[in-house]
């Protein structure tokens, strides 16, 4: 470029960036009320990412909200998306398996521990992950942790034991496909803003086509070839994903150097900020019950455990229906007005599940379920993105995903240990619709804090 040109560049846009400055400081000098301390120092932190992302536009460009690279990191994020999440939406069908056949000793509240750890490890590591992300380091760790998931796969095939699946299916398998899943979720921020929403959906589409193949490429591999071989099969499906992903995800924006604290625990002095997390930890004690448990409970009800196996893979299926939309709708009238209503019918659905008998009844949950539930997982990050400046955006989601992470480890055993002690699905049912319940409420909260009231995009 040269000289000239790179002088009417900075005369043209610099007018732009002192605009969104003045008109910033503006707002924080007029707003009328008087403020306290921590107001005034939100409000200087709003100028400040304000300034910065102006500037950050004037350097590298706006966001493309579209275009080939764009769409072949989102492309990526949804690979990567398919053999991490998507096999931990699986799970379902491996509780079934390993309680019938190779577990049978071991109660299912114990065998539920192990997809609890993939749930939390796969939210756990996005603390660090979200940093590292932010320091620019990228194809590192995704290289590192898409060899350690390949390995586990060829692991777990020699497993017998239930120490030996905690150890490689629950714990290594979580933590690595927590640190892929972790550089994912930033990912579409760096290339997406307007249309953020729908990116997300496409992303998290991986995830509901892992769910939906995984279970029944399980189920029916071990029927014939046994569990050693299906495994193994799994694992070159994980490496042909994985290579895709390596390919194409990529940060737009250089790394910027840091000066404050790696864990930057300042983000929970905003009090949507915390009210959204208090939601998000609420709402997975009990958001993954349905889809841990109904697969056995319909079996258990008398539904041909032949046909059983594939709810799960019919709810994460429609789960696709849930992401798209969700994702769609989200940019046009905000990611909580969309995530609400969707984690009210989870509730509901939840409650009602326990006392649904008939293989009909359990499709029509399996379905409904997998569509709300989805919206509110896909959309899980969207939220935080927009509540502070794009290049930290790794850091603030993986605080948010490390408060999942401590729920998500509790949730599916609390449940498994109330069906234990009752021997009915009916107390967990009425358990985990009410964290999903209480959940929303806060997600309203959080709504208010934002808006100053009920109506508005947010």
Known sequence: MSPTHQDSVDRS???????????SRSMLDFQGEPKTADEEKQAEQSVTANVETAMDDLLYGPHPDGGLRAWLAVAGCAAGDCATFGLVNAWGVFQAYYQEE?????????????????????????????????????????????????????????????????????????????????????????????????????????????GACFPIVVRNLVDQVGFKWTMRVMGFIQIALLTFQFFTVERRLPPKKRTGPFFDFSAFKSLQFSLYCCSSFIAFLGIYT??????????????DAKFSFYLVAISNACSAIGRIAGGLLADRVGAITMMAPATFIAGVLTYIWPFVNTAGGNIAIAIIYGTASSVYVTLLAAPVVHMGKTEDVGVRVGMSMTVVAMSAVAGPPISGAIIAATGTYTYTGIYAGTTIMVACCFLLATRISILGGIWGKC
């Open 290 to 303: 349905v889809l841990t448990y109904i697969d056995v409970s319909a079996s258990q009800k008398g539904v």
């Open 13 to 23: 846009a610099t007018p732009s960036t002192i605009d969104v400055a003045s008109r």
């Open 102 to 210: 190779v577990l049978v000793d071991t109660s299912p509240s114990t065998i539920a521990w192990i997809g609890s750890l993939q749930y939390a490890l796969i939210f756990l590591p996005g603390l660090v992950v979200g940093r590292v992300f932010d320091m620019g380091w990228t194809k590192t760790p995704m290289a590192i942790a898409s060899a350690i998931v390949v390995a586990v796969m060829f692991l777990t095939a020699e497993c017998t034991k239930y120490w030996h699946f905690l150890l490689c299916q629950g714990i290594l398998l979580g933590l690595a496909c927590g640190v892929i899943f972790g550089i994912t979720m930033g990912c579409p921020a760096h290339w997406f803003k307007k249309r953020l929403g729908i990116a997300f959906g496409f992303s998290y589409l991986g995830s509901s086509l892992g």
